[in-house]
């Protein structure tokens, strides 16, 4: 039976992959974007009906909701940002944004009584910079406003879970890349400086990553929406792999035939308050979902290269 399927954030790099994978198997997809999002052309989905709504305003989210009917709600939309540094006292009203939107999101949704999941995202630097593999029963010691809201968010869902008629999921996500990711972040940047032959400067060359490939996380993200599992549940999406920035560089310098002298790492580039390892156990995805990361970093990689390369021959 098709599902009726709503994402918000469902313009961005993962809510599209996911939208376009529920369209796929048949399913009802509306994507939920700000008002002025400005949608980019390969993220118009054919089949999607998008909801131009700000998450704050609760009443045009209620009333979205109430159109839409959804029986399963992703909520992948943040509005605090990534910002490296945790905010100053008087700046703490930045701190709430995420945590507001979802509580809305929640009164909305409870009003929906075919709704049957809410998967939220979050992230495995939620855990802060501790060495090894991080579990979802670890302590978290969120660095930055960012996650500090996602550990908010989480923690909140589990206090009102018993009051929900639906069970709230959450899913910590490794640091998720694939073809069509902004080239604001390292992976698609580098890979363009690479091919285009330009020197690349880089930060922090020993911090490790768990790096997720995007079509095993939206593969994740459903089959968490699928599961029968508590409300208030968190579960780790990564693939226990730890990789450094270096060793990422180096693997993109190989895909792009490039020679590794143009990828340079100044001593005085570091960034303190970034955690040094942002990495998580994903044996409970495994246990639990069945879910395993099956993409190697290296695959993944090579596949954005070539796509990279075709849009420069076409």
Same mark, same amino acid.
């Given at each position: ?140 010691? $969120?660095?930055?406003?960012?996650? +500090? #809201? =996602? !550990?908010? &968010?989480?923690?909140?869902?589990? @206090? ?6 639906? $069970?709230?999921?959450?899913?910590? +996500? #490794? =640091? !998720?890349? &694939?073809?069509?990711?902004?080239? @604001? ?101 495994t246990e639990l979902l069945g879910w395993t990361a099956t993409t190697i970093f290296e695959e993944g990689v090579r596949c954005m290269v070539e796509q990279m390369r075709a849009q420069v021959a076409a």
């Open positions: 039976m098709a599902e009726h399927v709503l994402v918000t954030g469902g313009g961005g790099f993962i809510g599209s992959y996911l939208a376009a994978e529920h369209i796929a198997a048949g399913d009802e997809v509306h994507i939920l974007v700000r008002p002025r999002h400005q949608l980019r052309s390969e993220r118009m989905l054919n089949g999607a009906v998008v909801h131009r709504v700000e998450l704050s305003d609760a009443v045009a989210v209620e009333q979205c909701l109430k159109q839409v009917r959804p029986t399963i709600l992703y909520h992948l939309a943040t509005d605090t940002g990534r910002n490296a540094r945790m905010s100053s006292s008087c700046e703490w009203p930045s701190l709430t944004g995420d945590l507001h939107n979802l509580l809305i999101l929640l009164s909305a949704a409870s009003r929906i009584d075919r709704l049957r999941v809410l998967v939220r995202t979050g992230s495995l630097a939620e855990y802060g910079s501790a060495i090894g593999r991080q579990s979802e029963d670890a302590r978290e010691e $969120p660095r930055n406003s960012y996650t +500090l #809201a =996602l !550990t908010a &968010g989480a923690h909140y869902v589990s @206090a009102i879970q018993p009051q929900l008629h639906f $069970p709230v999921l959450t899913a910590r +996500l #490794a =640091l !998720t890349y &694939g073809i069509g990711q902004s080239e @604001a972040f390292l992976l698609p940047w580098l890979m363009r400086r690479c091919l285009n032959g330009e020197v690349s400067e880089l930060r922090s060359p020993d911090s490790m990553r768990d790096m997720l490939a995007v079509q095993d996380c939206v593969a994740g993200l459903r089959v968490l929406a699928a599961s029968s599992l508590s409300g208030g549940t968190i579960v780790n999406l990564c693939t226990g792999r730890l990789l450094s920035v270096r060793a990422m560089a180096d693997i993109v310098a190989a895909a792009t035939s490039t020679s590794t002298t143009l990828i340079q790492y100044p001593a005085d580039a570091r960034m303190p308050s970034q955690p040094d390892v942002v990495g998580g156990d994903p044996s409970r995805a």
